[in-house]
């Protein structure tokens, strides 16, 4: 039996070394990297010579979204985690702690709003709500401990456009953080308008094919490099093949959301003209509260969600016109290449009481639905055939 180490199955396994590059990038899926010495070791914690230790800290792949994530956002640096909440609870922990004050708005993806109740309850952080569509409330609520203000670009799911730039001035110099999910940089850069971080759940757009779990951040540079110790002790931070998968997906951000919110527009005027509809909600129609700052700063639009209320019935009828229309599922998530739906009042929202679901105007007949990549005409066609079934 041959002595030799590469022999043995548990030394098996080379990184080969290419003369011709891969074209596409690889994935570095290890838990950790070889270091020859400990004068290397030294080089790699003092930041003198680039270089990754141990997966959970980075990665190649993570480094490389991370830098495409801020190039895309204008920003200095960007980082990379398990999932959007993971991105917007390490900023969160990372920017505020014990006897601390955070403003975040009061309609807001739901999980979010249950991670400001947990820091709230269990880590004795103080959080003030306010409507963020009236940037003036602020002024109210600044308080010398004030850390940061979370906002969401667009929100979720009654599509409130957020002025970011009034909302940016009325703080001052209290950090902006904007969740631009719903938007990607393909529509709006929330730091050009005056944020200091943007946020991402990657497992929307920014991938666009529904199949990863991903968050991002991106800021100054010594915001990221704090953010990212955070979610090393508190193993936030996501795995190579996901930050690969999301890589991949980027390549053709532009394209997808030009198509999808064009086509959201186009859905949203059909739904609006529908009889078997209650309300629309898309900030392109002129009766939404929030269309003029839409106009004014979405000129290639909002992205790809529109949501709608059924004429009554509550949570029955929306059975019903699940039922009827199977081409669409119904899933908890949003922006997958396909058409889907979704019902805030049971999932997102579902942990809210009715009483706090009606404050902030989320009825059980309410339905979001994330347009995908499919003909528009084709959309109108199942969305009118379902909700002629229910008129019957
Ligand atoms: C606006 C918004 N922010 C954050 C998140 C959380 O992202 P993730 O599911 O990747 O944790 C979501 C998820 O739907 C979302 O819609």
């Known amino acids: 039996m041959s002595t030799e180490p590469e022999s043995h199955p548990a030394r098996m396994g080379h990184v080969p070394e290419l003369s011709t590059p891969p074209s596409s990038p690889p994935i570095f899926q290890t838990t950790a990297f070889d270091i020859p010495d400990l004068d290397v070791l030294g080089q790699l ?29 204008g920003a200095d640096s960007g980082a990379v985690f398990a999932s959007g909440m993971g991105a917007i609870a390490a900023v969160a922990m990372t920017l505020s702690g014990a006897g601390d004050r955070i403003i ?3 309609s807001m993806y739901g ?24 940037p003036q409330q602020l002024s109210e609520l600044l308080t ?72 991002l951040a991106a800021g100054s540079r010594i915001q990221m490099k704090r953010v990212r110790a955070t979610s090393s002790v508190f193993g936030q931070n996501a795995n190579p093949f996901e930050s690969w998968l999301t890589q991949r997906g980027l390549r053709t951000l532009p394209l997808r959301m030009r198509q999808i919110a064009t086509s959201c527009t186009e859905l949203a005027d059909f739904l609006n003209a529908h009889d078997g509809v209650r309300a629309v909600f898309h900030p392109s129609l002129e009766q939404h509260g929030t269309h003029e700052v839409a106009v004014r700063d979405y000129p290639h639009g909002t992205g790809g969600i529109v949501s709608i209320e059924l004429k009554g019935g509550g949570k029955e009828a929306v059975s019903e016109f699940m039922r009827a229309m199977p ?15 979704s019902h805030p009042a049971t999932t997102s929202h579902g942990f809210m009481s009715a009483q706090e679901r009606q404050e902030i105007g989320i009825c059980d007949e309410l339905i979001r639905i994330s347009v995908g990549l499919e003909p528009v005409d084709r959309l109108k066609g199942e969305l009118d055939r379902a909700l002629q079934t229910l008129a019957r």
């Open 104 to 106: 975040i708005a009061r």
């Open 144 to 215: 010398p401990e004030t850390k940061f203000c979370l906002v969401e670009t667009v929100s979720n799911p009654l599509l409130e456009v957020i002025d970011l730039r009034a909302t940016a001035e009325a703080l001052g110099s209290v950090p902006l953080v904007v969740d631009s999910t719903f938007t990607t940089p393909e529509l709006v850069r929330p730091l050009d308008h005056g944020a200091a971080i943007v946020v991402h759940s990657g497992s929307k757009y920014l991938n666009g094919h529904g199949d990863v779990m991903l968050g």
């Open 111 to 134: 999980i979010t709003l249950k991670l400001m109740r947990r820091l709230a309850t269990q880590f004795d952080v103080d959080v003030a709500y306010y409507d963020a569509t009236q």
């Open 45 to 73: 914690h003092s930041g003198t010579t680039e270089g990754h230790i141990y997966t959970r800290d980075s990665n190649p792949n993570h480094k490389a979204l991370g830098q495409s994530i801020a190039a895309l956002e």
């Open 327 to 341: 081409e669409i599922p119904f899933s908890a998530t949003l922006a997958d290449s396909r058409t889907t739906i």
